[in-house]
């Protein structure tokens, strides 16, 4: 069997770390970020993280206790246009590229080293340096023969210099005193029943013979085994499984009963929709309108489209009949947010057979639209009749491109 290698590339702290990219002056503040109506902290810099700030800490307590502290709302369309960027740049090393999460992807790089004539060292350091270069995200880089190994390799690499190559031969030593729990694929369950054999440390896995896990863990436990050996057994595919259905919603800055206000945001909540099902290659065949008050009611319709299409062009006018079936003039609002479901690959789209209608046009222009966001940043283009901006700065808002 051919000796994998696998690098794992992590964002650290990545939300936060894509609000200091997008606010350059808030590079060394303690930074947090609120998941969506403001709720709790979902991200935090390392300066947040040494203040005592808790993950999953409620805003009004870490706001009442950690005052100094910055805290934003999540813009998770600024993060998904981040994440895509830099997922895009690893194609440059690998076609095998398994996108974990918004900011952790594994990559199959065997062979690269002696493309490139590098150790495994010197490749992690210039996929880090590079992608960083590139995006202007800040990662981790870890390698090893199998993808628990590679996690292992890039939690190491955070509390080193940022990279890290665990050798086969070293796995051994790399593993003493690695906590159980924090095993990649190990829950809390698995890790109390291999305490109670007397198993705490991951070298302490590789103590006990195939049998043993076969018995107690099935074909779950003899993988995990064998990825700690450098043995890797969980395939990197290279397909990433598209999404069942897309939504976008965020809280307003301050709540209002502006139709004009609603509208453009909604016009950016379509965009972010579209975007994502372009970038999966997918079509929505339901689009709907949400809108939630003051007081947390939540008004929302949808409609079946005739035809599917990832086209914010042509979704506009649906949107805009559904705002007007859910908005009352005197209801404050504090969110919007759009839903696009029962989706489909946009190669599989069957039109009427007595349609008419020419998708050519509002394709060519929802994919300009990408071309110049991929280039300048998201906000960078917009469509024209929604007064965006005006309304925006009427409401105190700036839209920051992503660059």
Not at 53 to 65: L, S, V
Not at 126 to 145: W, Y
Not at 360 to 374: F, P, T
């Amino acid at each position: 069997m051919k000796e994998k290698f696998i690098a794992l590339i992590d964002g650290n702290n990545f939300f936060a770390g894509c609000e200091i990219l997008k606010n350059p002056s808030l590079k060394g503040k303690a930074v947090c970020v609120l998941s969506n109506n403001d709720g709790c902290v979902i991200a935090r810099s390392n300066e947040a993280k040494k203040m005592g700030i808790a993950m999953g800490m409620p805003y009004f307590m870490a706001k009442k206790q950690f005052s100094e502290a910055v805290y934003l709302s999540a813009d998770f369309a600024f993060y998904q246009n981040l994440s895509q960027r830099m997922m895009k740049y690893l194609e440059n090393y690998s076609d095998k590229i398994d996108i974990y999460s918004i900011d952790e992807a594994f990559i199959d790089i065997t062979g690269v080293n002696k493309l490139l004539k590098l150790s495994f060292d010197e490749l992690a350091r210039k996929i880090k340096t590079e992608v960083e270069t590139e995006t202007g995200v800040n990662v981790s880089v870890g390698i090893a023969n199998s993808k628990i190994l590679a996690k292992i390799a890039t939690h190491k690499a955070k509390s080193s210099n940022g990279y890290y190559f665990i050798n086969k031969n070293s796995i051994p030593d790399e593993l003493k005193g690695y906590p159980i729990e924090e095993i990649w694929g190990i829950g809390r369950n698995t890790a109390r029943s291999l305490r109670a054999v007397g198993i705490f440390y991951a070298d302490e896995i590789l103590k006990k013979d195939d049998g043993f896990y076969k018995s107690r863990y099935g074909k779950r436990g003899l993988e995990l085994k064998y990825e700690l050996m450098g043995i890797s057994v969980i395939p990197l595919t290279g397909i990433t499984e598209k999404p069942k259905s897309i939504q976008r919603t965020k809280a307003f800055p301050q709540f209002s009963q502006d139709i004009n206000y609603i509208k453009a945001e909604l016009d950016i909540h379509l965009h972010s929709v579209c975007k994502k099902l372009r970038a999966n290659n997918l079509e929505t065949g339901v689009i709907g309108v949400m809108l939630r008050t003051k007081d947390f009611h939540v008004a929302f319709e949808s409609i079946n489209l005739a035809h599917p299409t990832n086209s914010e062009f042509v979704l506009k006018p649906f949107i805009l009949k559904l705002l007007n079936q859910i908005y009352i003039s005197n209801i404050m609002y504090r969110s919007s947010g759009i839903y696009a479901g029962e989706l489909e690959n946009a190669c599989k789209m069957q039109l009427n057979l007595f349609s008419t209608f020419d998708f050519s046009k509002q394709d060519k222009l929802s994919n300009v639209i990408d071309a110049v966001e991929y280039r300048y940043g998201k906000g960078a283009i917009s469509l024209g009749s929604t007064g965006i901006k005006t309304v925006m700065e009427k409401h105190k808002r700036v839209i920051h491109n992503d660059l």
